[in-house]
């Protein structure tokens, strides 16, 4: 999951399952035009095939990382997905400026919410951290 979380921060379409068949997993990757990245090794080898990425680190920086050099991935459109539930960010829906902190509010950040789970997002001393943090990951810094 905290893969899955990173790469929605980088902007990238991002499907994760706690529970799923291997043949179910190879099967939806390949009709979805996805990576399937792993760190199952018996899965790597049975599904030999240049779909599926099998990860060395169970750290999710680390892993961000192998991702990107495998890939050849860079930080996409930041901040862009949900990271909870992938969808596109959008407006933020009426009333979601309640459910963000006083300061927030009258700083007059811009807002933008998730239409599935109704989090509410804004740029803040976290969104710089992630950053750093990103570059770092993806060799930046």
Do not use: K
Request: charged share 30%.
């Amino acid at each position: 999951a905290g893969l899955a979380r990173w790469l929605r921060v980088l902007g990238f379409d991002t499907a994760w399952e706690e529970t799923i068949a291997d043949e179910e997993l190879v099967r939806r990757g390949a009709e979805e035009r996805r990576l399937v990245l792993t760190r199952d090794r018996a899965l790597a080898e049975a599904w030999r095939t240049d779909g599926v990425l099998l990860l060395r680190s169970d750290r999710p920086l680390e892993q961000l990382r192998e991702v990107a050099e495998a890939a050849g991935i860079t930080a996409g459109a930041l901040f862009s997905r949900c990271t909870r539930c992938n969808l596109p960010l959008g407006d933020t829906p009426p009333g979601a400026a309640e459910r963000v902190p006083e300061s927030v509010r009258a700083d007059g950040r811009p807002l933008r919410g998730c239409a599935g789970c109704g989090r509410v997002y804004w740029e803040g001393s976290h969104t710089e951290r992630m950053r750093r943090t990103v570059e770092r990951a993806l060799g930046g810094g």
